[in-house]
């Protein structure tokens, strides 16, 4: 293979002839010859490129993988092939009326051009249309092979659903037919196992009418119209001679598409010819009857004839010979009384009104001996539900009979003696009886009242909470009472009435309790100088504001302790001076305290006089009675439940004590409460005097304690939710709301674990899921250490018992009161050593 | 005539030599290590060795052929099964392998992995022969009987008596084994001469 005989450039000119690009180059692409093809597709003309480089002037071809390939070919002296989807061009060309970055795809062939091998051949040949038609090839044929397998699954899984439905269909027994709307019978599936299934196949592309009698296939193309529109399957039975004989179906029409139905025809003609299965249930019915010593009678109702196995007979008293075999021979056996009832029992059977089921007894023909028997029986009937026969069976139960009538009459004897001494007996505790269901009753009608209103406590005091808790939160918004100072007056109102309104309430809720006797006191030592302190502390500043004067004195030594509830002695305290208060327009308030010794018994004597109104006799005699005030016109005057004074007499009885009052109208009014202290001798006496200072004047209102603590706030109710941790976090604390037991408990559990418990848990009592009781119980179980403090609205002294029980370290009542609130918290939160 | 093993394993040598040079090409081309090697290599007379197309012949697809000239004449072949020459096609320019056609991009690439194979081998050869050769451009040949593509050859130069190399070479590419067959029509008495030379050398 000789070199191609062009010496030099000039005669590379006859390359110009070729459809292909063309270029002489040496071993650094310096051109030496350019042909017409490429001065088009570069629009470099020869003169522009002649002994240049084309690496200055292509950046790819100096250096990286197509120079390098270049070198190797150059340097092999062998000529080497460049394939377009390695290399893509070899010299870039724009394409014209294409996208800017469209190239030329260039296959290039690189041969040896002398035999030193410095100069070489560039054939370019575009091979763009086959790479773009590839290019489309492959991406038509993602699409064909991606529709191709969509098509194989859809026709497996058709096929697959085809051989399930055909499965399906030859599991039935049943002839079915298609049929379309035109009557034509479009499809057939044979019966199985039925002797004339082959013959099926020619109801294939025939007519109903071809099929069927005329009025079956009537009937049918009706039903067929029917089924067609509603889409409710229907039903026909028909007959069909086939194959000499008559056969019975039961046919089924449904439908199977917009325009066709499936009659699915089941073959009942055997199950009308019922004798020989009548045969088999008889010998099982003989084997169970032998077990259970049951006669059994076969009674062929269309030819009278009455068939008995041989314990019939035995039960009868009857010889098999001298059987008549028909329903006479039964007949005369009943007893004359029992034989009505029996025969209408009989007859409501064969009508098919019930089940034959009877008990009647029979006369022994020979010996007279009268039997009791039980009769069952069940009517076989023909097509058209003509009874056909009865078959049933008889049991003697005289033996029974006379065991149950024995039984009965011991009962009888029992019971009617057991009647005399009852009779006898309530007639002696009848009188106490009626007695005390009267009082019972008056007792009860007046608790469930009570327990009604003890139970709503909670109900009532919540809301209370939100309301009052809210109304304070405005006012001492400053920037909202510097922008509306109308409404402060008005929120004001809402406020005292709020508070009335709770005021209220607590009495109301307390007399309840007490009248539900629910209300408990506890026995604490008591210590009446510093009750009557937190009284004085309490109620001085109301005196101030009306310009009483309010005084303490201690008229005799006092002792330091006794056993009491402080709580309610304070609740009577504050009543009584509080009323003393209410009702004096001007003069002076005392509560002296004195102690007396009375037969070796100690008693405690607080006085509270006033100089106010006073009562008259009339008014004193209801005062101690619920809403029992003055008059109506007082409550108008000075507000007030008119509850206090009797739910402060009631606590003092329960103390043991007793409350006295004198007054005179118009020159005041003097109630003393008297309490047992206990035996002289072990009471310790102490002088005493309140403190000097807090007399003189009232001290300046302490500033609300910071609380700068995380606080965990289980609490159910949204409002109350939101304003705890509003004057929470007002006080500076960080609060966590959870809404029930439960989830405080994991909260508190998972915080301490994690090595960052809360510093108080805020829990309130009642709540869903699980009550603030047990969370408090389950968390001290789990030796949960920190300070919980019970919110409960149950203010009374059994619920703080209750919290306490619990394991609270604490509690505070609802409504919320900031103040006391922000206290208890404090408190909690000093070190207990403190 | 037959070859002794000495030789065999000299003709083997010096075929291992050149397609080793071609697998540094191929991967300085593809940016990726292609290994290429030559295990097993017979030779003897194409009449001899035709019951061993009956192996390959159906499942050829694609064959390169370059013929060369000069002080040694022959044809050298390298043809791929139709699956081989797909697949080497794919990982080379990274196709996904739902190609399966040697289609006209695969096809290209084939040839010019082909012609760098093939110059390596005729190279190799030609140097030990120390003969200076003149090469025809690549040609890529599908769907050919390759006996056909032999039997070409031979006929061409009738009066020459020629030996057929055959030998498979084993592309090793992505940790991908990919087999192809490596045929070369030569003339006998040159076989023999550069044997001797070769074995003479290193005696």
Same mark, same amino acid.
């Given at each position: 293979?000789p ?15 070729? +459809? ?13 010859? %350019? ?5 088009? *597709? ?17 950046p ?48 290039t ?61 030859s ?21 199985t196992?039925?002797? *004339? ?8 592309n025939?007519?109903?009418?071809? &099929? ?24 026909? +039975?028909?007959?069909?001679? &086939? ?57 062929d ?25 028909a ?73 029974? !009979? ?30 106490? =009886? =009626? ?13 469930? !009242? ?9 109900? &009532? ?14 006012l ?26 709770? =005021? ?35 109620? !001085?500043?109301?005196?101030v ?38 009702? $004096?327009?001007?003069?002076?308030? $005392? ?11 100690? %008693?405690?004597?607080?006085?509270v ?9 009339d ?22 439940t ?44 102490v ?64 915080? %301490? ?38 919110? $409960? ?25 900031? =103040? ?5 918290i ?9 | ?33 292609i ?26 697809? @694609?064959a390169?052929i ?23 096609g ?26 760098i ?13 120390? @003969? ?19 039997? @070409?050859?031979?006929?061409?130069h ?10 498979? @070479? ?34």
């Amino acid at each position: 293979m000789p070199y191609p005989s062009f010496p030099d450039s000039t005669s590379f000119a006859a390359f110009d002839l070729l +459809p292909l690009g063309a270029c002489l180059v040496d071993r650094n692409l310096r051109v030496l010859g %350019w042909n017409r093809v490429l001065e088009e *597709w570069t629009g470099l003309s020869r003169a522009e490129v002649q002994n240049t480089s084309l690496a200055d002037k292509y950046p790819h071809l100096s250096d990286g993988r197509l120079r390098n390939r270049f070198n190797q070919i150059v340097e092999s002296r062998s000529p080497g092939v460049l394939s377009a989807a390695l290399h893509g061009c070899f010299l870039p060309v724009q394409l014209p009326g294409d996208t800017p970055d469209a190239l030329m795809v260039q296959k290039t062939t690189i041969r040896p051009w002398n035999r030193a091998g410095d100069v070489v051949l560039v054939v370019i040949e575009d091979v763009t249309v086959a790479f773009r038609q590839l290019h489309e090839l492959r991406a038509d044929k993602h699409e064909l092979v991606s529709a191709f397998a969509q098509l194989k699954a859809q026709a497996a899984a058709l096929s697959a659903s085809e051989t399930r439905v055909q499965a399906f269909l030859s599991a039935i027994p049943d002839l079915i037919l298609r049929i379309n709307a035109d009557g034509l019978c479009i499809d057939v599936k044979p019966p199985t196992d039925s002797a *004339w299934s082959a013959m099926t196949h020619q109801f294939q592309n025939r007519s109903v009418f071809e &099929i069927f009698t005329p009025p079956v296939a009537s009937e049918l193309v009706e039903l067929l119209g029917q089924v067609l529109k509603s889409g409710e399957p229907g039903t026909i +039975p028909f007959q069909m001679p &086939i194959a000499g004989s008559v056969a019975e179906f039961d046919g089924r029409v449904v439908r199977s598409g917009t325009q066709e139905v499936m009659l699915i025809a089941a073959d009942v003609t055997d199950r009308r010819h019922f004798d020989e299965e009548l045969l088999i249930s008889r010998e099982r019915l003989k084997m169970a009857t032998d077990l259970a010593g049951l006669g059994v009678f076969d009674w062929d109702i269309v030819k009278n004839r009455l068939d008995w196995d041989d314990r019939m007979f035995q039960m009868y008293g009857v010889d098999r010979d001298s059987f008549e075999s028909a329903y006479e021979a039964w007949q005369k056996t009943v007893h004359p009384e029992d034989l009505l009832t029996a025969e209408v029992e009989l007859h409501s059977a064969l009508q098919g009104l019930r089940d034959f089921r009877t008990v009647f007894r029979i006369v022994r023909p020979q010996t007279g001996e009268v039997r009791w028997l039980t009769a069952n029986g069940h009517v076989v009937r023909g097509v058209n539900g003509e009874p056909l026969r009865m078959i049933g069976v008889n049991r003697d139960i005289t033996d029974r !009979k006379r065991r149950e009538d024995q039984l009965a009459k011991s009962y009888a004897e029992v019971k009617a003696a057991r009647e005399a001494l009852e009779a006898h007996a309530k007639l002696l505790s009848a009188t106490n =009886e =009626e007695l005390a269901e009267a009082h019972r009753q008056a007792q009860s009608a007046t608790r469930a !009242k009570s327990e009604f209103l003890a139970n709503m406590s909670h109900e &009532i005091r919540t809301p209370m909470t939100a309301i009052l808790g809210y109304t304070d939160l405005l006012l001492q918004d400053e920037a909202f009472v510097g922008r509306n100072p109308a409404q402060v007056a008005n929120l004001e109102t809402v406020r005292r009435n709020g508070q009335h309104l709770l =005021e209220l309430i607590n009495d109301l809720l307390d007399l309840s309790k007490i009248e539900a006797n629910r209300m408990q006191v506890e026995w604490l030592p008591t210590a009446p100088l510093k009750v009557v302190h937190e009284v004085y502390e309490l109620i !001085k500043v109301r005196a101030v504001e009306k310009q009483l004067d309010f005084q303490v004195h201690f008229e005799s030594v006092v002792p330091e302790s006794f056993p009491s509830d402080p709580t309610r002695l304070k609740q009577i305290l504050i009543n009584l001076v509080g009323n003393a208060i209410k009702f $004096t327009m001007q003069g002076q308030v $005392t509560l002296s305290v004195r102690y007396r010794l009375i037969d070796e018994v100690g %008693w405690l004597e607080f006085a509270v006089r006033d100089s106010g109104i006073g009562m008259s006799p009339d008014q004193l005699e209801n005062l101690f009675q619920p809403f029992g005030q003055a008059d109506a016109s007082t409550t108008r005057r000075f507000g007030g439940t008119g509850l206090g004074l009797t739910i402060s007499k009631r606590f003092a009885e329960m103390l043991g004590g007793s409350i006295l009052v004198e007054s005179e109208l118009g020159r005041g009014t003097t109630f003393q409460v008297s309490l047992p202290v206990g035996e002289h001798q072990q009471v310790r006496l102490v002088d005493a005097t309140l403190p000097a200072e807090p007399i003189a004047a009232a001290p300046a209102k302490p500033a609300l304690p910071r609380i700068e603590a995380r606080i965990l706030l289980a609490e159910d109710g949204p409002d109350n939710q939101r304003l705890i941790s509003t004057v929470l976090r007002k006080a500076g604390a960080t609060v966590t709301v959870v809404e029930n037991g439960q989830l405080a408990c994991e909260a508190a559990l998972a915080a %301490w674990h994690g090595g960052s418990p809360f510093d108080v848990i805020l829990m309130d009592m009642l709540m869903p899921v699980m009550d603030g009781y047990a969370a408090t119980s389950y968390l001290r179980e789990h030796d949960y250490p920190g300070p919980i403090i019970a919110l $409960t609205a149950n203010a009374m002294s059994g619920d703080r018992e209750k919290c306490l029980a619990a394991g609270c370290t604490d509690y505070a009542t609802k409504p919320i009161q900031r =103040e006391q609130l922000l206290r208890t918290i404090a408190s909690a939160l000093q070190p207990v050593s403190a | 005539m037959n070859f002794n093993d000495n030789q065999i394993d000299a003709l083997t040598e010096i075929i291992n030599i050149g397609v080793g040079r071609a697998a540094g090409s191929l991967s300085d081309l593809i940016g990726e290590r292609i290994e290429l090697h030559v295990p097993v290599v017979r030779v003897g007379k194409f009449e001899d060795m035709a019951a061993q197309f009956i192996v390959v012949d159906d499942t050829i697809e @694609a064959a390169v052929i370059q013929d060369f000239r000069g002080g040694l004449q022959g044809r050298a072949i390298l043809a791929f099964p139709h699956e081989s020459g797909v697949k080497l096609g794919q990982l080379i320019l990274k196709l996904d392998s739902g190609e399966a056609e040697l289609s006209e991009d695969i096809s290209g690439v084939l040839e010019e992995v082909g012609n760098i194979v093939l110059n390596g081998v005729v190279g190799s050869i030609s140097n030990l022969a120390g @003969a200076e050769l003149s090469y025809s451009v690549p040609k890529l040949c599908m769907g050919q009987r390759i006996e056909k593509i032999v039997e @070409a050859e031979i006929s061409r130069h009738p009066t020459v008596e020629q030996y057929l190399v055959m030998a498979d @070479a084993r592309f090793c590419v992505s940790q991908r084994d990919i087999d192809g067959s490596l045929l070369l029509v030569l003339d006998a008495l040159m076989i023999k001469a550069m044997l001797s030379a070769v074995l003479g050398q290193y005696a």
